[in-house]
């Protein structure tokens, strides 16, 4: 197998969830579980799929469960060994590959995406890497970042899709210089624009590539929207150095910030993934439960 462009991604995982409270009170919101396994792994396998092998998780003191969940836990493994339970102990290894090499870093204060991409600046060569919101689910075969592998061709490549007019308020929003119905040369960018100062209706979802020099740029980036460090400013400011193109990805995202779309999530997961076991069922349950509803 050809070795991939990509090796390394960055997941940045700091942030508190609060909008899932009381159930991230103790529980990272990564760990929250769509069908079998927590969010963070399926952003995981999804990388794992597209050929990295370097993970680099962005995260905070008080969200130890999600290192925990990929360490080793030699209490399960004995005792799965001694039952010859080897589907179990497969499972054990939270979809990290035997040769995975994974890397914390904490971001100490919550300064944005951008300042959060900026604290794995120790683990980035000088090679191109990937970077994964484990929020943005995308059913899709093969994956998202799969596919932006493929479509890569230097530069940054951002993963985009069309959103309502009335919500480019929560999204990056691009300006197209050329669009042919699959890949956008992208000649601006504008973070969060209410509707009337959006130039387009093209948002960039939770995938990138980039540029290593992507982190220069974060290094003079001032407070943005929000008060927050952006990596839409960032990746503006070298918009005429660094050549910017988004991929119109083919599958289905969900946005799992939000109640509604996790909850989504979980019930087209669960009627898609090989493996399951459980779709069947589930669509006869649904139907009851909407029935009665």
Known sequence: MAKSKIRTVVFPVAGLGTRFLPATKAVPKEML???DRPLIQWAVEEAVEA???EFVFVTAPSKSAIMAHFSQAPHYEASLKDKNKTDALAALRAGLPDDAVVHEVYQDQPLGLGHAIGCARPYISDQPFAVILPDDMVLSRPGCLSQMVE???GGHLVAVE????????????????????EVVRIQG?????????????LAIIGRYIFDPRIMDAIDTQKAGAGGEIQI????AQTVDDIALSGLRFRGTRYDCGSRTGFLAA???????????????DLRQQLA????EA
């Open 33 to 35: 579980p769509v069908v």
């Open 51 to 53: 050929g990295c092998r």
């Open 151 to 153: 479509q890569y061709k």
């Open 162 to 181: 069309n959103v309502p007019a009335d919500q480019t308020q929560k999204y990056g929003i691009v300006d197209a210089a050329e669009d042919d119905g």
């Open 189 to 201: 960018l504008v973070e969060k624009p209410a509707p009337e100062d959006a130039p387009s209706t």
């Open 232 to 235: 839409t400013d960032a990746m």
């Open 266 to 280: 979980n019930i087209a997961f669960a009627l898609s993934v090989d493996g399951a076991n459980i779709g069947g």
């Open 288 to 291: 009851q439960i909407i029935d």
